[in-house]
């Protein structure tokens, strides 16, 4: 459908868009505070967002190109919306918006004033506003960026010719940078030499420091993000996280933005590829074959264990390992569906593992978003220590049963068979001891410590937002925290009890339509937390559309629904249209009420009619 004129104005459904409120107030604008009117003339797009969310961060940089391309006409406004009680706090936002170079206007909203007036119901979520102050689309999730573009080359023609669009500089002005060693490290690693590797994650480099843990010996890879093998100077890295030494004396590099792991030679300085293509792992992709044509998705950390790299691959909630025998990769553990189940490897569900360890009996792994430590066996099975779901979170010591974490990064492994967990959003390690099965704090007062390896009876902690790595003495007795349990602190929904309708919205972007030359192309797959919440419904479908039962005797519960669907280009002139992926997982706790609505829409692409 190719049509020039400014037509689409008279079909495309518009809704007057909410004002802008948050209380953290406005950041990469120089002190500014804008209000809608302020953008009126610009097609703004807003996207809400929270730091700890991996599927938020797949779409900062998807929007990359998209704000470089459009920079005149678009302002593309960061809402922040925080799901931890840490991400409330603005040094915290302050902190993410540098450390994921955010470049673009963000609203703090820590009591998600904005998200409410919107009626957000994910993280993340994607709105388009017009020139004129309305919205025009919503987009959940991750895949959107060119139905984006398409939707902003259209706002253009037709705001242009209308009068309605104003061009020139938008409102994001760069913060002043800090010169500091590091900046926002991500994780480390002790060398045979006792110097240490530190992954420079925001500066796109490896830098090794000496035994001191401060004095830089060099820097690996060139400073700018980039994908590039080649020597010390010439490599290129992409946010980097996780290290891992091989029985060979080289180390993997989990490099994350780049969806790859890299080989480093610490003789040398030389950086070569091992596995991913460069590109995000995205649902149908091979989930095993040559590591080097096999996509990955945002691999945070790696480790050596039963003869393998194992991965934690945050992007799609999985572990995975590379083999060096065979120069393969494949799935080890987990379904893509995000939550907290343990079992067999292929049955287990995994929330953004970010952090191993390994001991020869165990694989621990950090599993942020579940706030969960969990290990998994040599038999491929999966067990949690601590945590209990997606929603539950705080500071509390003591029987493992009952004692939280909030969303931990890191976890180490301690001599006496008990490890320590960098409890990030804590801002303290943590010690669990499988003999007692007791949690207990081990130092607090740390800022986001992401890492920690032991060094003789030292252990060094990577305190990412001091930009340092911070020696300890491991306690002979830990400190005791006072307990504070906390849940996010989004509402539920109320739904009524019985059936309920689960509605996906999704409207293919202009010019393209589903893909069905090879069968459905949508899918629905349904869960609850507590599973005794669904009486009916739950499962695996085609139609993006089903009838819940819910059971009037559990009164809360946490739905999740994942949603995907394919679209292609709506041309029959051409043998190899261009296709997209649009996918979104939602968790929307709900809570059972009488008279409430029975009808629940989750918007993938589109408007709720």
Known sequence: MSDSSPAPTARRARVRAPELIGKGGWLNTGGTQYSLADLRG?????????????????????????????????????VHSPKF???????????????????????????????????????????????????????????????IERLVTELEAEHEAKGTLRRGDGPYVPPEP?????????????LP???????????????????????????????????ADGSAEAAAFNEPQGLALLPDGSVVVADTVN?????????????????????????????????????????????????????????????????????TVAVTAGTTNEGLVDGPGGEAWFAQPSGLAATPER??????????????????????AVGTGLFDFGHRDGDAGQALLQHPLGVTALPDGSVAVSDTYNHALRRYDPASGEVTTLATDLREPSDAVLVGEDIVVVESARHRLTRLRLPEEAVRVAG?????????TDVAPGTLR??????????????TRYGPSTRLLVSATPPELLLRGEGAGTELSRALELDPAVPEGVLHVSAMAASCDDDPANEYPACHVHQQDWGVPVRLAEGAPDRLPLVLAGLDA
């Open 484 to 492: 504070v349990a906390h849940r996010t602190q989004r509402a539920a």
């Open 178 to 190: 800090e010169p500091t060693v590091l900046r926002f490290p991500g994780k480390a690693l002790l």
């Open 502 to 515: 689960l509605e996906v919205v999704f409207q293919p972007p202009a010019g393209q339509k589903l893909d």
């Open 85 to 147: 009680v840490h991400e409330a706090e603005h040094a915290a936002v302050v902190d993410a918006v540098e450390r994921y170079g955010v470049e673009h206007p963000v609203l703090d909203d820590p009591e998600l004033a904005t998200w409410k007036q919107y009626a957000v119901r994910a993280w993340p979520t994607l709105v388009v506003i017009d020139p004129e102050g309305y919205v025009v689309a919503q987009h959940a999730g991750e895949g959107h960026a060119h139905a």
């Open 259 to 327: 969806h790859a792991l890299r080989r480093l030679d610490p003789g040398t300085g030389e950086v070569t590829t091992l596995a991913g293509t460069g590109r995000q792992w995205m649902q149908g992709d091979a989930t095993a074959g040559p590591a080097r044509e096999v996509s990955l998705s945002s691999p945070w950390d790696v480790a050596w264990w039963e003869g393998r790299v194992w991965i934690a691959m945050a992007g799609v909630h999985q572990l995975w390992a590379y083999d060096p025998a065979d120069g």
């Open 193 to 227: 030499s006792g110097s240490f590797l530190v992954s420079d994650t925001t500066r796109h480099q490896v830098v090794e420091l000496a035994a001191d843990g401060e004095s830089v010996l060099r820097r690996i890879g060139s400073g700018a993000r980039g994908f």
């Open 42 to 78: 610009r097609i703004v797009v807003l996207d809400f967002w929270t730091f700890c969310c991996i599927n938020c961060l797949h779409v900062l940089d998807e929007l990359r190109e998209l704000e470089e391309k459009h920079r005149d006409t678009v302002v593309i406004v960061g």
């Open 363 to 384: 694989l621990w792994l950090a599993d942020s978003e579940t706030s969960a430590l969990r290990w998994v066996e040599p038999d491929g099975s999966v067990h949690t």
